[in-house]
């Protein structure tokens, strides 16, 4: 597994065994996802159906899901997410959240939100894996030289 992302200026570029063709679709689908009125309406939908069909002990008390972790929760809960919208909808919440906060990079955006970011590219890429819509490119064979 290769988990370098080397980025040529527009885009990361695509190696073997890497996620970076992955990650260059994502940050695609985040960019074109509408802003959501409430982005934590987004994942709460994904906490939920954790409750319905996981039947998992979580609760969300004062604004925070409790019982699990909660990135757990999401990725979990995404298993139903046909093409992650709705994890590419949270995620581009999250990244309005941060452009209106004038922090327009990844590496300047508040600790938690970054953290959260991630973790929802993150999930986004382990359900591509996980579902054959990876584009991750074949390991190059060492056979041919």
């Known amino acids: 597994m290769n988990w370098e992302a080397r980025w040529d200026g527009e885009t990361y570029s695509p190696e073997a065994s890497s996620f970076a063709g992955d ?3 994502i940050i695609e689908q985040i960019a074109i996802s509408e ?5 934590h309406d987004n994942e709460d939908s994904l906490a939920e159906r954790v409750i319905a069909e996981l039947h998992w002990p979580i609760q969300k008390k004062g604004g925070l899901w409790e019982g699990a972790d909660y990135q757990s929760i999401l990725e ?17 919440g999250r990244v309005h959240m941060a452009l209106d906060f004038g922090q327009t990079h990844f590496d300047e955006m508040d600790d938690g939100h970054m953290a959260m970011l991630a973790g929802l590219m993150t ?12 584009v991750m490119l074949p390991e190059a064979d060492d056979a041919s030289c």
């Open 76 to 92: 979990q809960g995404a298993f139903g997410d046909l093409g992650q919208r709705t994890l590419a909808t949270a995620a581009a």
């Open 23 to 25: 990650l260059n679709e």
């Open 35 to 39: 802003r959501p009125a409430r982005y």
């Open 123 to 134: 999930i986004m890429i382990y359900h591509r894996y996980c579902d054959g819509s990876s």
